[in-house]
C-alpha cells in the first residue's frame, strides 16, 4: 500500500468532485484489500491448525501431550516383518525385543511377515483384525504401531479409511496406553513413491489424533552411507540384519527418550536431533 501524501499546502477548491469521487473509491477499495489481507493472515491468531494431504483433503492437528512412561515400562510393539524381526540371526535379535532393555521394560512383539494395514500377511491377517485379536488384559504403559511398507503397491483407495479404523481399535482395547506411531523405514533406496505416500498419511493421522509419530524416512535413519550397514539384501532379502535391527532399536529408544521433552512441531511429529 502506497503511503499518504502530505501536501505542503490546502488543496484548491477549484478540484472537480469528479476525481474525488475517484479517489474515494480506490481508498474504499484499498482499505477492503487490507481487511481481507488481515483477514487470511491474522498475526496474532494461531499457527495454522490443518494438514493438506496430497489428494487435497485438509486433516486437523492436534498438539501431542508429553510422553511420560513409569520406570519399568510393558510396551507392545505391533507390526510387520520388521518386528517380527526378519533377517536377524534368530527373530528374538529383532529391534522390538532389544528395545525392551534399552527402555529397561518389557515388550510384547506383535509382528506378522508382510502383513499391512490392507494387505495380510504370511503368518496372520491385516492389521485391523489382528488389532481385534489382542488380549486387553495387557494393559500396556505405551503402544508403538509400526509400518508397514507392505502396502505401498495397493495404492491409496481405502488406505485412510483402514488406518484410522485399526487405529480407533487400538485405542479402544488400551485407553489408557500412549501410543507412538514408528512410520515405515525404506528397505530400498531411494524411497520409493508408494512409502513416501505411506510415510505422509500415517503423519497427517497421526497428528488429528494427537499421537507422536517418528518418521524413519524424514530423520534418514536408512542413508547410502549405511544401507548395506542396515540392510541384508541377500539371505535376508532387504530386511534389517542382526546389527541392522540393533542400530534400529538404539535409534527408537532415542527417540522415545526425546519425546519426553522435544517440541511439537506443526504436523505433530518429532524432528530428532539425529540426522
Known amino acids: ?152 503397491s495397493l495404492g491409496e483407495v481405502g488406505y485412510r479409511e483402514a488406518v484410522t479404523s485399526a487405529w480407533d481399535a487400538m485405542a479402544a482395547i488400551y485407553p489408557k496406553a500412549q501410543i507412538v506411531v514408528l512410520g515405515p523405514a525404506p528397505h530400498v533406496l531411494p524411497v520409493g513413491g508408494g512409502t513416501a505416500r505411506i510415510d505422509r498419511d500415517l503423519s497427517a493421522l497421526a497428528a488429528a489424533r494427537g499421537w507422536w509419530y517418528i518418521s524413519p524416512v524424514a530423520e534418514h535413519w536408512i542413508t547410502t552411507g549405511n544401507y548395506l550397514d542396515v540392510i541384508d539384501v541377500e539371505v535376508g532379502r532387504r530386511h534389517p540384519s542382526t546389527a541392522g535391527h540393533h542400530y534400529l532399536a538404539e535409534r527408537l529408544a532415542a527417540d522415545l527418550d526425546a519425546l519426553r521433552g522435544a517440541p511439537v512441531t506443526e504436523a505433530g511429529s518429532k524432528s530428532s536431533p539425529q540426522q
Open 1 to 152: 500500500m502506497r503511503s499518504a501524501v502530505i501536501y505542503p499546502h490546502a488543496m484548491k477548491a477549484a478540484v472537480s468532485r469528479r476525481p474525488l469521487r475517484f479517489a474515494a473509491a480506490v481508498v474504499a477499495l484499498l482499505a477492503a484489500l487490507a481487511a481481507c489481507v488481515l483477514g487470511a493472515w491474522r498475526p496474532w491468531a494461531p499457527l495454522s491448525t490443518t494438514d493438506a494431504s496430497a489428494s487435497g483433503t485438509e486433516t486437523a492437528i492436534v498438539a501431542p501431550a508429553p510422553l511420560v512412561l513409569p520406570e519399568h515400562p510393558t510396551v507392545l510393539v505391533f507390526g510387520d516383518s520388521w518386528t517380527y524381526g526378519s533377517a536377524a540371526t534368530v527373530p528374538t535379535l529383532g529391534y522390538a525385543y532389544l528395545l525392551a532393555d534399552l527402555l529397561d521394560g518389557s515388550t510384547v512383539v506383535k509382528g506378522v511377515r508382510g502383513s499391512g494395514y490392507l494387505k495380510p500377511g504370511i503368518d496372520g491377517p491385516a492389521y485391523g483384525e489382528r488389532i481385534a485379536a489382542l488380549d486387553p488384559a495387557l494393559a500396556p504403559d505405551l503402544v508403538i504401531i509400526q509400518g508397514s511398507i507392505n502396502d505401498r
